[in-house]
């Protein structure tokens, strides 16, 4: 492989699948996985903890300088998040959370605080990076651009399955339920609103298994590089 830096850009709502398949291809390829939602979930988490409204764009944005956002790869290529040097990979991943993310998300002060962090993986690594916009605002010239979806009832079943795994006792009713006013949400903001780029390659995953959409991407890796 050329020492010249490749990036995937993987777009797409909540439970498409993306982080699963990023990950695995970003494994076969020997890239980096990027996982931009777990930044944004970090900046939900601190202004949860804050006692701060993550709809109020001034109140978000008064936090942001305070914050000390890192993330690092452990072996297996997991990536990990860290708020003032505490982990908080896990705490990051609830219902709750998932709503702040998405909340804070729509504030552009914060997107504009996470850009170069996201840009910088992207000048230093080859990467597969997951997220709403980065086919369209963060790498608009990636090698390769994906948006993947899936039907809402397909992508709910999928989180309750992950849920459930991890011993939350949610309903598939209110899964479904938090989800579509996720997508609401991250569609229609004003500042950098989940959509497909132009020149992305659309990818239904709603009747493959994730082996399936998991060599449909590589295939397309491989024709790029
Ligand atoms: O991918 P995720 O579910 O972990 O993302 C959590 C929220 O973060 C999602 O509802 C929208 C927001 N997000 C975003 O606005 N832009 C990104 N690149 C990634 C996530």
Same mark, same amino acid.
Request: hydrophobic fraction near 45%; glycine fraction near 6%.
């Given at each position: ?8 850009a993987?777009?797409?709502?909540? %439970?498409? %699948?993306?982080?699963t398949?990023? +990950?695995?291809?970003?494994? #076969? ?5 990027v996982?931009?939602?777990? *930044?944004? +979930?970090?900046?939900?988490?601190? &202004? ?9 764009g ?7 300088? %305070? !914050?000390d *956002?890192?993330?690092?790869y452990g ?7 860290f !708020? ?7 705490? *990051?991943r609830t219902? /709750?959370? @998932?709503?702040?993310?998405s909340?804070? @998300?729509? *504030?552009?002060?914060?997107?504009a605080f ?14 597969v990076?997951?997220g709403?916009d980065?086919g369209t605002?963060?790498?608009? /010239?990636a ?10 009832r397909?992508r709910?079943? #999928? #989180? !309750?399955a992950?849920?459930?795994?991890? %011993?939350d ?6 899964v ?5 006013k #996720?997508?609401?949400?991250d /569609?229609?903001?004003?500042a950098?609103? !989940?959509? &497909? ?7 239904d ?8 959409s ?5 295939r397309?890796?491989?024709?790029r590089?």
């Open positions: 492989m050329s020492d010249r830096r490749f990036s995937v993987i777009d797409g709502p909540s %439970g498409a %699948g993306k982080s398949v990023a +990950r695995a291809v970003a494994a #076969r390829c020997g890239f980096i996985y996982d931009t939602g777990a *930044i944004y +979930r970090t900046v939900g988490l601190a &202004a949860r903890r804050a006692g701060v409204d993550p709809h109020s001034p109140a978000v944005q008064a936090l942001l300088p %305070g !914050l *956002i890192r993330f690092d072996s297996d290529g997991t990536q990990r998040m !708020l003032g040097g505490e982990d908080v990979s896990k705490a *990051i219902p /709750e959370i @998932s709503m702040y993310a909340a804070v @998300s729509a *504030i552009p002060a914060v997107r996470l850009l170069d962090m996201q840009r910088d993986m992207a000048r230093a690594h080859s990467v990076m997951d709403r980065i605002v963060v790498l608009p /010239e090698d390769l651009k994906i948006f993947l979806t899936a039907s809402l397909a709910a079943g #999928r #989180r !309750l992950e849920l459930a795994a991890k %011993g006792p949610s309903t598939m009713e209110q479904q339920q938090d989800m579509a #996720r997508d609401e949400q /569609e229609s903001r004003a950098a609103p !989940l959509k &497909a780029a132009a020149d992305a390659v659309l990818l995953t709603s009747d493959l298994t994730l082996e399936q998991i060599n449909a991407v590589c397309l890796v491989e024709a590089l």
